[in-house]
């Protein structure tokens, strides 16, 4: 009975390069979900997967951010050029949509990024 | 534009008070709203969901309400205990959408 989890737990990275971060749904959880969250803030969405496609990626800033979920389970989030006004923790989360319009989201612990 | 506006200063109360934090929405119409909890370091912690159409939830020692017409939910915990200090986060969900809008949450300190 595993929650989300992520990893890594932590990343401290140099301006200009390239991250990627992981998460782990609850298994048979079909819908996907990647905040961000800047110190003092409430998590702000990124995108939403359902299945392996991503139904909502209207929340990513820009084109050097593209997440994947190739097999409807994990779920990478890719970084490109990283800028410092990147740092942050980025939080997974996923639900189970079975139906109904209840969407309790579970999350994981969540990776804090540094770009230096 | 859309605004979801929570207590920002710190909520300090007595052990055993009840404490209430508010949440106040605006240019939204959502479907539901939903309560977490955040301790320091992780993730958001599901509490409590209502829904457009429910004025109030409760669940032990927590109870929520939702007025449409003020746009605004209201957070109780009752009995409060040292345990209970965290963050509390609001979050919107607008119908036929499936992410959260959160606040910036508020962050209750209980002391003994």
């Known amino acids: 009975g595993a929650g989300v989890s992520q990893t890594p737990s932590n990343k401290v990275t140099e301006k200009g390069k390239y991250v990627e971060l992981r998460c782990d749904p609850i298994?048979?959880?079909?819908?996907l979900y990647w905040y961000r969250q800047s110190l003092g803030q409430g998590p702000e969405f990124l995108i939403y997967?359902?299945?392996?496609?991503?139904?909502?990626d209207s929340g990513l800033p820009n084109d050097r951010f593209f997440a994947v979920r190739p097999e409807g389970s994990v779920s990478t989030l890719k970084i490109q050029r990283t800028e410092r006004g990147d740092s942050a923790v980025y939080l997974c989360?996923?639900?189970?949509?079975?139906?109904?319009?209840?969407?309790?989201?579970?999350f994981g612990p969540g990776t804090r990024l540094t770009v230096l | 534009s859309q605004k979801i506006e929570q207590n920002s200063e710190a909520l300090n109360i007595q052990e055993g008070k009840t404490a209430t934090l508010t949440c106040n929405y605006t240019?939204?119409?959502?479907?539901?709203l939903q309560w977490y909890r955040q301790d320091p370091g992780r993730g958001p912690v599901f509490l409590l969901l209502?829904?457009?159409?429910?004025k109030e939830k409760r669940k032990e020692r927590l109870k929520v309400t939702f007025d449409t017409t003020l746009k605004q939910s209201l957070f109780h915990i009752t009995a409060s205990q040292p345990a209970d200090s965290a963050t509390y986060l609001c979050?919107?969900?607008?119908?036929?959408?499936?992410?959260?809008?959160f606040g910036a949450g508020t962050r209750l300190a209980v002391h003994p």
């Open positions: 989360a996923s639900s189970s949509i079975a139906g109904t319009d209840y969407n309790e989201q579970f």
């Open positions: 298994s048979g959880h079909t819908a």
């Open positions: 997967f359902q299945g392996t496609g991503a139904a909502d």
């Open positions: 240019n939204y119409s959502p479907a539901y």
């Open positions: 209502i829904r457009e159409n429910e």
């Open positions: 979050a919107l969900v607008r119908g036929g959408y499936n992410k959260l809008i």
